[in-house]
């Protein structure tokens, strides 16, 4: 007979770490992906939906998108079991064993499977540079201007798209790329072994400090480009995301200067939206300690 040493031993889910409360009820994010959440309990329909939304906001920073992929989640994506926890790694202090009802420390759990759902991330309201409507989203994705991603908007309305002001803002989940070769393009990143399309080569026109491809060099003439630079763009003067926006409202028309002289009152603004909710966050939360 095998003896089973502390170590090794199953425990009730309730002392595991890592869970985070939501409506009364702990959930916690498992498998490699993080693809699944496990809510203690077997709650209604409506309890899941509530959780698994909160999970994303106040966890991921996101938003769930409505879609084919929310309405089947209930019907396709959840199961009700029982679980305990057992001793983990060094990476993983504990992973989840799918028990019977009556094993020792098994518990009522739901599973929740999010892997598929698509989502955006929350920002702090920011205008569209094109019809002025307020957006509060943002998306990971390539803007022109400079390579490699960022957050970037889109408006709902004009379907304008800009690079946030409000990209600052440190997230786990963002998606980083870097130019490892020098001789890159600066404002998509290919090279003369990878270039962006069939007909697309390096240049010797540089109307910036940094190398260029003809394809992006085309976008903008000689009097736009100088004023590109004027305005900092591609210099230790800028950031990725102010030569994106830079870069962006040229293709609009609007002069670098001025997109410039905008770039920093958005920036500025999107700050003081930001500190404003969190003083917000922090009163509620103050609040609710006290009662």
Known sequence: ?????????????TTASGFTRLYGTPVVAIEEDCGTLLRLGHPDERS????????????????????????????????????????????CPWHTELTSP??????????VSVDWLEAEEVAVQ???????????????AISP??????RVRTCRHCQT??????????????????????NACFGCGCTTAWTCSPDCQMTDHRPTTQPLCTTCWAQHNATTWQALTNAGYATALSDGQRDRWLYTEALRGIHPATAAATWTERRALARKRTLAARMTLSARQSGLSRR
């Open 161 to 182: 798209r800009w690079p946030s002001a409000d990209d600052y803002r440190i997230s786990l989940y963002k998606v980083r790329a870097s130019v490892t070769d020098p």
């Open 102 to 111: 009556d094993a020792t420390h098994a518990l009522p759990v739901t599973l």
């Open 1 to 13: 007979m095998t003896t089973l040493t502390n170590a090794a031993r199953p425990f009730p889910l």
């Open 48 to 91: 899941i939906l509530a959780a698994t939304s909160a999970q994303y906001r106040r966890v991921y920073g996101q938003r769930i998108l409505p879609g084919h992929e929310l309405d089947d989640l209930i019907p396709f994506g959840v199961t009700k079991t029982w679980a305990r926890a057992v001793p983990g790694g060094d990476s």
């Open 145 to 150: 201007g400079r390579v490699g991603y960022s």
């Open 126 to 140: 920011e205008e569209c540079p094109a019809c002025g409507r307020a957006s509060r989203t943002s998306d990971t």
